[in-house]
C-alpha cells in the first residue's frame, strides 16, 4: 500500500521560512506535488513537480517557494521563503490519487 507522509509543518514569523518534506513509499510518481487548503477555501495547487524536473507553481507562491525532488529517497520538498499570513493553511501531499495526511503552516504576522 502506498502512503506518502509529510513533515516540516510548524509556525512562523510572516518573512520567515519552513521546508517541507513528503516521502513517498511502495511507488515511484511521475508527478508529486503540495497543495494547500486555508479555513473555509478549497484546496489549491501550490506546486508540482515531475521526474523529469519540469515544474509548475500558484502565482501566488512564484518566486518565493521552491519544489524539488529526491528521486533515490522517493521525496518531495517544498522550500517555502519569505513567507506571508496568507500563505497560512494545511499543506498536503499529492501523487496520482494519494494524498498525504497533511502539515498545518502557520504564519503570524
Known amino acids: 500500500q502506498v502512503h506518502l507522509l509529510e513533515s516540516g509543518g510548524g509556525l512562523v514569523q510572516a518573512g520567515g521560512s519552513l521546508r517541507l518534506s513528503c516521502v513517498a513509499s511502495?511507488?515511484?510518481?511521475?508527478?508529486m506535488g503540495w497543495y494547500r487548503q486555508a479555513p473555509g477555501k478549497q484546496r489549491e495547487l501550490v506546486a508540482r513537480?515531475?521526474?523529469?524536473?519540469?515544474?509548475n507553481y500558484a502565482d501566488s507562491v512564484k518566486g518565493r517557494f521552491t519544489i524539488s525532488r529526491d528521486n533515490a529517497k522517493n521525496t518531495v520538498y517544498l522550500k517555502m521563503d519569505s513567507l506571508k499570513p496568507e500563505d497560512t493553511a494545511v499543506y498536503y501531499c499529492?501523487?496520482?490519487?494519494?494524498w498525504g495526511k497533511g502539515t498545518q503552516v502557520t504564519v503570524s504576522s
Open positions: 499529492n501523487a496520482a490519487s494519494i
Open positions: 513537480m515531475t521526474l523529469g524536473g519540469s515544474t
Open positions: 511502495g511507488n515511484i510518481f511521475y508527478s
